[in-house]
Structures are given as C-alpha cells and as structure tokens.
C-alpha cells in the first residue's frame, strides 16, 4: 500500500496545483497546442515505423538461428538501457553537419538535427527496442504447429507469416505498440540533444513542460496534466486489450 500512495501522490499533487478554469486557459494557449499537436503527430508516424521495421526484425529474431545473432540482440536491446542523452549524443554525432554520416547528407542539403524528423528518429531509437523486444517474445511463445501446418500444405514463409503468425499474435502486438507510443510520447533526453526545442518545431510535450517550468508554471501543470490523461488512457487500453486476449 505504501508503494501505491509514493507513486501516485506525486500525481495527484498535480491535479491540486491547479483548478479548472486555469487549465482550461493554459490549454488554449497557442504553445500548448503546438506541443500537443507535434507529439501526437510525431509518435504516431514514429508508431507506424516500428511497427512496419520491428515486426519483421522481431520474427527473424525469433526464428531464424545465424551467427552473431546473440550479439545483435544485445545491439536491439542496448537503447532501453542507455541514457536518453547519450542516446541524443550519439545521433547527433552521427547525422550531424560534421557527423559521421550527416557530413555527407549536408552535401546534398539533407539536414536532420534541429528539425521535426530528428524527432521521429530519436523517437524511434528509444522506442523500436521496446516493441522488437516484446514482439520477439510473442513470437517465440507461439505454438509452432500451426506455421509447421501451413508450411506442410505449402504455404511459403511470408504467407504464413500473413495468414497464421500475424492473426494469432495481433492483440500482442498492438498492446507492444502501445506502450512504443507512450514510451516515444514521454521521451525528452535524446529529443533536446538531438532536435533541440524549437517551439512548433521540435518542442515536443515534455520540452514543452521543461521550457514552461521557467516562467509559466501553470503551462506547465497543465501540459504535465494531459500526458498523465494520455499515459493513463495507454495503460488501460493496454489492459484492457490484454484481458480480451486472455479471454479470447
């Protein structure tokens, strides 16, 4: 119980700080709504990758045995580890003007730091681990008999994938998703290294939330309000979904 009141009275003092007709005031306010509507629309783009990249690279992972695979695994895994700033680090030096790679993007006038697609990238560095890693064990708790039926009427690889891998594992994967989404929703670290926080830009809802502490705290309650409502909204779907696949 007492674990129950150290993390949810943080919350609730939240709530308390503020009233109804301040909320409702700072909600209108121009750069709440530029922060909201970057961060939805960022994470679900950042979503929609994951999904289309880590379901496939979790289903090799799970099936298919090479060498080197442990350490690859281990690569997958390293972000969900790391700090977020680290993670920022690493990506700016490597897309940067003067990075490993971005040296030669700028020569063709691709510039990623500082813009709404360094975003999405750092976005997906912290988050693709999160759903590979829990789709990879989807897979791998599957019951093999039904892809071994498929195949042994001559369904190739990539049909049973469609037909029997995918439909049995859907919920899971959609509740993997989910939690992506809310992980790329919160994140800050690699997204100020990387993306800086330029306002309708790259000011994400937590820059937003770090930019407003300074001189508007009431901006700031009620920013820090509206991603407990969405994280909150994530988690019981997240359940509630799970439970459906329980039952089912």
Not at 46 to 70: F, H, M, N
Not at 175 to 187: F, H, K, M, T, V
Not at 197 to 212: C, D, E, H, K
Not at 222 to 241: C, D, E, H, Q
């Amino acid at each position: 119980m007492g674990i129950v009141l150290y993390l949810t009275l943080p919350l609730l003092a939240l709530f308390l700080r503020t009233n109804a007709d301040l909320l409702v005031e700072s909600f209108f306010q121009p750069k709440v709504q530029k922060a909201l509507f970057l961060s939805l629309t960022t994470t679900i783009i950042t979503t929609i990758i994951i999904l289309i990249i880590g379901t496939p690279a979790a289903y090799i992972q799970s099936r298919v045995e090479y060498p080197g695979k442990k350490l690859v695994e281990t690569c997958i895994d390293l972000p969900i580890v790391l700090p977020p700033a680290v993670a920022g680090f690493a990506l700016l030096l490597m897309y940067g003007r003067v990075g490993l790679l971005g040296q030669y993007l700028v020569v063709y006038g691709i510039k990623i730091p500082f813009t709404t697609t360094a975003v999405i990238m750092a976005q997906l560095f912290v988050a693709a681990p999160l759903y590979i890693r829990h789709a990879k064990s989807l897979f791998g708790q599957m019951d093999l008999s039904y892809e071994e039926a498929a195949k042994s009427l001559g369904a190739g690889n990539f049909r049973v994938f469609r037909t029997i891998t995918l439909p049995l594992t859907k919920i899971g994967l959609l509740s993997g998703a989910i939690l992506a989404y809310a992980r790329a929703l919160g994140e800050f670290g690699a997204t100020i290294m990387f993306a800086g926080n330029l306002p309708g830009v790259t000011q994400t809802m937590p820059l937003a939330i770090y930019t407003a502490m300074q001189s508007d705290l009431n901006t700031a309650v009620t920013i820090s309000i509206l991603l407990v409502i969405i994280s909150l909204v994530i988690m019981l779907f997240v359940r509630l979904i799970s439970g459906d696949e329980k039952n089912a």
